[in-house]
């Protein structure tokens, strides 16, 4: 069955250093995987997506997150945190390359000054 | 480009009121279209989803229904509101590549 993991459920940064939000996830095959962020009181929205194409997949807003096969990992990282940076980042998969999306827990990220 | 609307913004309702929440996506023809609700420190419930006007899958028994009158309209209702419908309610399109848009929320808080 598809699913997703988020490992860690809060993570905690400060301002100007490296983000590294953790995903792994469980396919039996290729999947379409994506990360969204989500604003206190706002709509999600679609940081990157990974479909087949180049492993190492660049996103919006300095994110970018590597698909690794051998890992089953699809990680978001950032090298430089921004107190905007400041919310709930979801890790999705397509439940078999359909409609049906598969969403993580939840991250919540907080930069501190 | 493709802009997707929710409104109201936000809501406040009685139990057994009526409810009914409005989405619309323009910049898209036929897009499929689904409506989620996001309960205060939990995940995205998908509630229903729409092919095409007048075809609506359901996820979740409930008292909600949604219906689709026009290609790029989605709406969400019900006859008599409970307590547990309270929550952050969200209407998406899919793009390409199954990712799916969403718009910026109806926040439903039944009293």
């Known amino acids: 069955a598809q699913s997703v993991t988020q490992l860690d459920s809060h993570v905690s940064v400060s301002e100007g250093t490296p983000v590294l939000l953790r995903c792994n996830y469980s396919?039996?095959?290729?999947?379409?995987l994506f990360w969204y962020v989500q604003h206190p009181n706002k709509g999600l929205q679609l940081l990157l997506k990974?479909?087949?194409?180049?492993?190492l997949v660049k996103g919006i807003n300095g994110f970018e997150a590597e698909f690794k096969k051998s890992e089953t990992s699809f990680h978001l990282t950032k090298p430089s945190a921004h107190m905007s940076d400041a919310a709930e980042y979801f890790c999705?998969?397509?439940?078999?390359?359909?409609?049906?999306?598969?969403f993580g827990t939840g991250t919540r990220l907080q930069v501190f000054p | 480009s493709q802009t997707i609307h929710q409104w109201p913004a936000t809501l406040v309702q009685p139990v057994g009121s009526p409810l009914s929440l409005e989405c619309t996506v323009e910049?898209?023809?036929?897009?499929?279209l689904y409506w989620y609700r996001q309960a205060a420190g939990r995940g995205l419930q998908l509630l229903f989803y729409?092919?095409?006007?007048?075809?609506i899958s359901s996820e979740v028994p409930q008292n909600l229904s949604a219906s689709r009158p026009q290609d790029r309209q989605f709406i969400l209702s019900s006859k008599k509101l409970l307590l547990s419908d309270s929550g952050f309610y969200l209407c998406?399109?899919?793009?390409?590549?199954?990712?799916?848009?969403f718009g910026p929320g109806t926040r439903l808080t039944v009293t």
């Open positions: 396919s039996s095959y290729s999947p379409s």
């Open positions: 998406a399109w899919r793009g390409s590549s199954y990712e799916q848009y």
């Open positions: 999705v998969v397509s439940y078999y390359n359909t409609d049906k999306l598969i």
């Open positions: 990974y479909t087949s194409a180049a492993t």
């Open positions: 910049g898209t023809s036929n897009p499929n």
């Open positions: 729409s092919v095409g006007i007048g075809q």
